[in-house]
């Protein structure tokens, strides 16, 4: 679930203008042997509908035949399902819009990607009442996150959010009081002194950049800011905030308490160390409650819940954000369709349904309404889900995300490689890729 290049310089005019940089140029020439696929009606002369989503436990299939009912013959929907890695995602969907494929008509998109789509004029304008409407019975965090040049440019679908987990029987062991907020020091201490492991996710890959962000933002600071300015933006992870966030990182990779696979765990790696005899911390998604039910039913009577760990002591910890937005292509040849199929698709009742069958959770207060999550989660934890939404930051929000993503990955990667000087090493090579001195 997590998940680069960027268009031209500066932030130019209004999203629906198509800007395209290098890696958009790049993309063109990769996508002129694809064969364009067809969402056309059937013989019935409904038109079909076809969505690409992120892999998932079947909610967003769920979701789509759910839609294609309540719409009563106006529109059928069809899912097609991207690869699991975000930026697999992200390039499959790019190589097709590049070359104006009218095969696409849906998308579920990545928050870090939505900017550049946007910038790119790969996304169809929202009509101002469903921007409207969909503001209005999203969380804050969501909205913002599918904003672009102050227009909302996908609806918001799910909002995920990590916690911190951990075995109850370790905590109590360690000393631990699980009740009042923890920082990353004391439960990295806790598990070296204790024989256990605090997991994460620290491969290669954008999840690990998610840790970085949230590590930063736990400082009080931003890996990147004035987005505004395109390519001459401000590169701000070298500042005390960043070098915080490196020595947490220093100092799990070099402790007792670093899982034998860091530099490779995504979040399934991250969440098996924790189900193993060394488990005893980890910061993972929302599906981890329900993650050992069947296989682990020891663990799960096991695991506790906590607020996202505190980088500095006494300053609130603000847990990583993600989730999807959908959006539909500026391309498709059904678009009055596609903008009602994602009103139903978003609607508080489907992201319930989503939510309970994936445990990615809504994007909004109605949708952790839906009834059947109140029978899964206790209260005590979608209070928390909710809590952690509401102090959860977002990646920069700026077409290109992709670059600096990569960027931080090629200068923060392994986890045993960083040190002090890692975030200025990572800001000039951030600054580099943006201004074509270097290519990732």
Request: with cysteine; hydrophobic share 40%; aromatic share 8%.
């Amino acid at each position: 679930m997590t998940h680069a290049s960027a268009p031209p310089r500066g932030r130019g005019g209004g999203g629906r203008r198509r800007r395209r940089g290098l890696a958009v140029a790049a993309s063109l020439a990769l996508a002129s042997g694809l064969l364009a696929a067809c969402s056309s009606g059937d013989d019935s002369g409904v038109p079909e509908l076809v969505w690409y989503t992120n892999p998932d436990a079947g909610g967003q299939a769920a979701v789509a035949a759910n839609c294609t009912e309540a719409s009563d013959g106006a529109y059928k929907i069809s899912v097609q399902v991207l690869p699991q890695d975000a930026n697999q995602q992200r390039i499959q969907l790019i190589r097709r819009l590049a070359a104006e494929d009218t095969g696409i008509d849906i998308m579920s998109i990545d928050p870090p990607f939505t900017a550049e789509f946007a910038n790119a004029g790969y996304l169809a304008e929202i009509p101002q009442d469903l921007q409207d409407k969909f503001r209005e019975q999203s969380f804050d965090g969501a909205a913002e996150a599918a904003t672009w040049e102050d227009q909302l440019v996908v609806a918001p679908f799910w909002s995920n959010t990590q916690v911190l987990w951990y075995r109850k029987s370790f905590a109590e062991k360690a000393g631990l009081d699980m009740s009042q907020a923890v920082t990353w020091d004391q439960i990295i201490d806790a598990a070296d002194k204790g024989g256990g492991t605090v997991a994460v996710q620290a491969n290669k890959y954008e999840g690990y950049v998610v840790w970085i962000n949230a590590l930063i933002a736990g400082a009080g600071g931003d890996i990147v800011s004035e987005t505004e300015k395109g390519v001459d933006l401000s590169i701000d992870i070298d500042d005390e905030a960043g070098k915080a966030a490196a020595a947490v990182i220093e100092k799990l990779a070099s402790s007792k308490a670093a899982p034998s696979d860091l530099s490779i765990a995504q979040e399934g790696q991250a969440g098996a160390t924790f189900g193993s005899d060394v488990g005893a911390f980890l910061t993972n998604w929302t599906y981890i409650w329900t993650n050992y039910d069947a296989a682990q039913p020891e663990v799960k009577e096991d695991l506790g819940f906590a607020r996202y760990p505190q980088t500095v002591e006494g300053e609130e910890s603000h847990p990583p954000y993600g989730g999807i937005g959908v959006g539909v292509s500026a391309f498709s040849e059904h678009t009055e369709e596609a903008m009602q199929a994602i009103e139903c698709i978003t609607n508080a009742e489907n992201q319930g349904v989503n939510a309970e069958l994936t445990g990615n959770m809504p994007a909004s207060e109605g949708g952790y309404e839906y009834p059947a999550l109140a029978e899964i989660y206790p209260q005590e934890l979608l209070d928390l889900f909710q809590e952690s939404l509401d102090a959860a930051t977002p990646r920069s929000v700026t077409p290109y995300w992709s670059d600096i993503s990569g960027a931080i990955q090629g200068t923060w990667h392994p986890a045993s490689g960083v040190d002090s000087d890692t975030p200025a090493d990572s800001k000039s090579f951030i600054d580099d890729i943006l201004q074509q001195r270097s290519l990732l």
